[in-house]
């Protein structure tokens, strides 16, 4: 996972012009749960069918010109790696602030599954 390559690409849109940001979201292995227990990694299954639909029904939201998402799934994830990068491009703050965030969460609650692994 590259952000340079995923904001690049979004830079290549046919709409690019009417970019005035890009928002970015990295998720990362913490060495603990939740609960605070701690961990020493996890496992990332991923809804692509649920993941796609989110995608599109927020891209038709205003001023939302491309959303670009990339996940590791299905292999042991250590503590500080990458899980995932959500790149959200439009045309002003108070429209890609609320849509980063709206997909994020419906990509935690809905798309993805984490195994976590304790120490």
Known sequence: MQLKKMIDKIKEHPAAD???MILSHTGIVRGSSQ???PVSGLTVSVDHERLRRIIEREKQSPGIVDIKVETVED???AVGDEIMRLVVAGDKRANVIPVLERTLNAIKETVTHKT???V
């Open 116 to 118: 976590e692994e304790f």
């Open 75 to 77: 292999k042991p994830l």
């Open 18 to 20: 009417q970019i005035g």
């Open 35 to 37: 609960d605070g227990r």
